[in-house]
């Protein structure tokens, strides 16, 4: 299948063949939502802590005598119910939140955004990218030129010019194929891939 090959202007030159494997297949929803849950999921850290009715400071004094009070029957006040007390079941500050998902699911759900984002005409190509030096404003500029305000790069190789000049840009990101994440696909306006690496998503997703 073609996808647009893009001039350093941003405007669409030509057209490029891509393998219709990765960027021709069905929308699949349910799978990209999984894709994207387990994905946030498993980089959850788990690292958060509740106390519970041992833990929490407390007088084990009885509060009030047991009967003729009119209130209900208490022993400390570290009880669930009372005002300061414990959680009856507080989260583990070791608790795992990962998800599996099997890797013919996790290509299938890589290959139905990639595929997605060329229906909607937010992926093309270009034939590489790079900066004469490692200044952010050159990219600024070259990413102006080409009208684009949200961009993820995914390029075969990232010089040092490349990596220091696109990271303290908000709205950018540049990854190699490998690093390539089911979020960051999801939430960049626009995609842009360069030739090179084409070959090695086809051999990763396809």
């Given at each position: 299948?073609?996808?647009e090959l893009l001039n350093d202007q941003g405007q669409a030159a030509s057209t490029v063949e891509v393998p219709?494997?990765?960027?021709?297949?069905?929308?699949?929803?349910?799978?990209?939502?999984?894709?994207?849950?387990?994905?946030?999921?498993?980089?959850?850290?788990?690292?958060?802590?509740?106390?519970?009715?041992?833990?929490?400071?407390?007088?084990?004094?009885?509060?009030?005598?047991?009967?003729?009070?009119?209130?209900?029957?208490?022993?400390?006040?570290?009880?669930?119910?009372?005002?300061?007390?414990?959680?009856?079941?507080?989260?583990?500050?070791?608790?795992?939140?990962?998800?599996k998902l099997n890797k013919k699911m996790y290509r299938a759900g890589m290959a139905?955004?990639?595929?997605?984002?060329?229906?909607?005409?937010?992926?093309?190509?270009?034939?590489?990218?790079?900066?004469?030096?490692?200044?952010?404003?050159?990219?600024?500029?070259?990413?102006?030129?080409?009208?684009?305000?949200?961009?993820?790069?995914?390029?075969?190789?990232?010089?040092?010019?490349?990596?220091?000049?696109?990271?303290?840009?908000?709205?950018?990101?540049?990854?190699?194929?490998?690093?390539?994440?089911?979020?960051?696909?999801?939430?960049?306006?626009?995609?842009?891939?360069?030739?090179?690496?084409?070959?090695?998503?086809?051999?990763?997703?396809?």
């Amino acid at each position: 299948m073609q996808v647009e090959l893009l001039n350093d202007q941003g405007q669409a030159a030509s057209t490029v063949e891509v393998p219709e494997t990765v960027f021709g297949r069905d929308y699949n929803e349910s799978l990209i939502h999984q894709l994207v849950v387990a994905y946030q999921a498993n980089g959850r850290q788990g690292t958060r802590a509740q106390k519970d009715r041992a833990a929490v400071k407390h007088s084990t004094k009885k509060p009030f005598r047991q009967k003729g009070t009119g209130n209900a029957r208490a022993g400390m006040t570290s009880s669930p119910l009372w005002r300061g007390g414990g959680k009856v079941f507080p989260n583990s500050p070791d608790e795992n939140f990962t998800q599996k998902l099997n890797k013919k699911m996790y290509r299938a759900g890589m290959a139905s955004i990639f595929s997605q984002l060329v229906r909607e005409g937010r992926l093309a190509v270009v034939d590489s990218i790079k900066v004469d030096a490692p200044k952010t404003k050159l990219l600024a500029d070259k990413f102006k030129a080409m009208n684009l305000k949200s961009v993820l790069v995914i390029a075969d190789e990232i010089d040092e010019n490349l990596y220091l000049a696109s990271r303290n840009l908000p709205n950018v990101l540049v990854l190699e194929p490998r690093y390539a994440d089911p979020l960051s696909l999801v939430h960049y306006k626009k995609v842009i891939v360069t030739k090179g690496a084409i070959d090695k998503l086809k051999e990763m997703f396809a």
